[in-house]
Each structure stands twice: as structure tokens, then as C-alpha cells.
């Protein structure tokens, strides 16, 4: 399969790509950041105005996996244009172009569509309630793929892994922080339901080869709070869990506000592929193996260095 994946750099998109890399022919849309990568890259900034088209004239792909986003949730916060440009409006372009030259659409969307008050799972029917620019530009970019592309894949995913600047996760967060003996807050009252990055990348793939079409929860299968992670994280790596303090995310100071409920069910994607989610335990156990091979290093090393 010819495969288009945006957003190669980050945290999805790079795993993805390096995954898929190994046996399909990946195009990765990159701004300049990386090098040396062993998948084809085609550079280009998806703000201006030919780049729908040309990423898709460069790579004729027979699916894209449209893994671009402002993610960082302060930075939609204070500049919501940008965000709604970036979240919303290009995916309802590449959708519409998907959908004219026939190319398969996966749209990876956000757990955090939520407002969280759900006594329980949020099922894929559930009334979202966005709670900042971010969570409010990624829901007008689900629904306008959905709409121009009925076909198209829209994931509502949550993960962590190793990324290129080793710094972008949260598990890398508590990684970076507990090495250093530095003292952390983990949330006790913000649920939710992470993934190993590289088996997400894996269903994603699957969805793709079984046609799927549609609106799915894509996200680990077991819910914790973000302290609970923090101390499995701490406890498989041999690091100090005592120095994670126990906090709430309404005491945080954080600039947007966080939803404190983002478990979503996986029923519907488990039962339409007919398999189990990887666990939460498989995925940190092989978190925890990448780490003891070197796969941190190898990932940093595809970061472009000044000439
Ligand atoms: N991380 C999570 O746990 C999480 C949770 C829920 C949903 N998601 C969703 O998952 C997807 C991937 O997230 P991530 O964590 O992998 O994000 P990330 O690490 O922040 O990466 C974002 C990617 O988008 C690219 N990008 C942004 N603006 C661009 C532009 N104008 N032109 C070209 N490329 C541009 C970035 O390129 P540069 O490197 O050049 O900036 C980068 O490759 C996003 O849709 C996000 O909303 C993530």
C-alpha cells in the first residue's frame, strides 16, 4: 500500500510512519524537521494553499493517515485561529480531496472532545462537549470529514511513546522528571485510557484493512487517573514513585481547562474487528523493552541538525 501520513514528526505520525515503513511505501509530510528517516518525505507546510494537492499529487497514495495537529493545548488556547485552521478547516480539504480521487481517510481525533462529566465510558454516540479552542477546533474537524467524506476513518485516539524531541508524552514526562530526582504533580482526578503509541499505529492499520468507515474510539482498553499512570510508568522503570505527588488538575494553573472523565469505550472498534485490545500491561512491558534497546536514542536521532 502507498501510505500518506501527516504530521510525520510528531509523536504519531513518526512511530507510525517508522512502523509502517517496514512493509508498505510511506510518504511523510514533514516542515524541515527531519532526516535520514527510512520512509520518503515530501516537505511541505499544510497551511499553504496547494499543499492538500500536492502531497497528494507527490505520493499517490492509496490512503492517508492524517496524524497533523496543533496538539498542544495552551498554544490553541492562545491563538485559536491558528488552531481552528490547522485542526479544522485543512481536514475538511484533505477529506473533500480524499473523497474526489478516491484515497482512503483515517482523521486521528482527540479523547478530549469530552466535558468529562460522564459517570462511565463514553461510547462513540455520546454527546461530545469540548472545553477549550483545542478540543472545540478538533470536534469541527471530526464532523467535517465525517460530512464530506462518509467513507473516511475518524479515531478519537490517546497515547504515549517516544518522541523525536523526548519530551513530548506524558510517560516521557514522568521518565525525564523521576531520572532527575525532580518532584512531580500527577493528576488523581483526570481518567483516561493511553496506548502504547506503536500498537495504536498497528490498529489503526487494521482498521484500514478491513474497510472500517466512520467514527471510532481508538484508545487503550483499561482507564486510570494520570497519577496512575505516572506510577506504573515509575514502577517499571525502577524509578521513585514517592516523588509523584498526588494533585488535582483544578489546582494545577494549567491555561485551558482539562475534562476529568476521558474514558472512552473500545467496544465497538473491539467488536467490528473482531480482536482484544493490547493491554495496558503488553504495551508498557514493551514501552519498557524499546527503552532497554535503544529505540529513544534511534527516534532522536531523525531530528534534522543545524547545518
Ligand atoms: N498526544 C496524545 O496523547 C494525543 C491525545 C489525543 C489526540 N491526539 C491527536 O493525535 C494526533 C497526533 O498528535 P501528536 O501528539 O503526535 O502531535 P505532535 O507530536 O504535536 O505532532 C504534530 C505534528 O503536526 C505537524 N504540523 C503541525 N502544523 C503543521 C503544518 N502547518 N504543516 C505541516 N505539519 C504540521 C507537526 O510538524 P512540526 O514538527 O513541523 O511542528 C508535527 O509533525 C493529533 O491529531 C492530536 O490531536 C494526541
Not at 78 to 102: G, K, V, W
Not at 132 to 152: C, D, F, H, M, S
Request: net charge neutral; charged share 20%; glycine share 6%.
Amino acid at each position: 500500500m502507498r501510505l500518506l501520513i501527516t504530521g510525520s514528526s510528531g509523536l504519531l505520525g513518526l512511530n507510525l510512519a517508522l512502523d509502517a515503513a517496514r512493509s508498505h511505501h510511506v510518504f511523510g509530510v514533514d516542515r524541515n524537521t527531519l532526516a535520514s528517516v527510512p520512509f520518503e518525505l515530501i516537505k511541505a507546510d499544510l497551511l499553504d494553499p496547494d499543499a492538500v494537492h500536492r502531497i497528494l499529487d507527490e505520493s499517490k497514495p492509496d490512503a492517508v493517515i492524517h496524524c497533523a495537529a496543533l496538539a498542544n493545548v495552551d498554544t490553541c488556547e492562545s491563538n485559536p485561529e491558528l488552531a481552528y485552521q490547522i485542526n479544522a478547516d485543512f481536514p475538511a480539504r484533505l477529506a473533500d480531496a480524499c473523497a474526489r480521487r478516491q484515497v482512503r481517510l483515517i482523521h486521528i481525533s482527540t479523547d478530549a472532545v469530552f466535558d468529562g462529566q460522564k459517570d462511565g465510558a463514553y461510547i462513540e454516540n455520546d454527546l461530545p462537549n469540548p472545553q477549550g479552542a483545542y478540543a472545540q477546533t478538533k470536534l469541527e474537524g471530526e464532523r467535517a470529514v465525517i460530512q464530506i467524506n462518509p467513507t473516511a476513518i475518524v479515531a478519537r485516539v490517546n497515547f504515549y511513546g517516544w518522541s523525536l524531541s523526548g519530551k513530548r508524552s506524558l510517560a516521557e514526562f514522568f521518565i525525564n522528571n523521576l531520572s532527575n530526582g525532580k518532584n512531580v504533580n500527577g493528576f488523581t482526578d483526570v481518567l483516561f485510557c493511553p496506548m502504547l503509541v506503536n500498537r495504536l499505529g498497528d490498529v489503526l492499520l487494521v482498521m484500514l484493512e478491513r474497510n472500517l468507515r466512520g467514527l471510532y474510539h481508538v484508545v487503550g482498553p483499561q482507564a486510570m487517573s494520570k497519577y496512575q499512570f505516572g506510577v506504573e510508568i515509575a514502577r517499571k522503570f525502577g524509578l521513585k514513585e514517592s516523588l509523584i505527588s498526588p494533585q488535582s488538575v483544578d489546582k494545577s494553573g494549567l491555561n485551558a481547562r482539562r475534562s476529568h472523565n476521558l474514558w472512552l469505550s473500545t467496544n465497538k472498534l473491539s467488536t467490528d474487528l473482531g480482536m482484544t485490545l493490547p493491554s495496558f500491561s503488553t504495551g508498557l512491558d514493551e514501552f519498557y523493552t524499546q527503552y532497554q534497546q535503544g529505540y529513544p536514542q534511534k527516534i532522536r536521532s531523525y531530528q534534522q541538525t543545524e547545518p
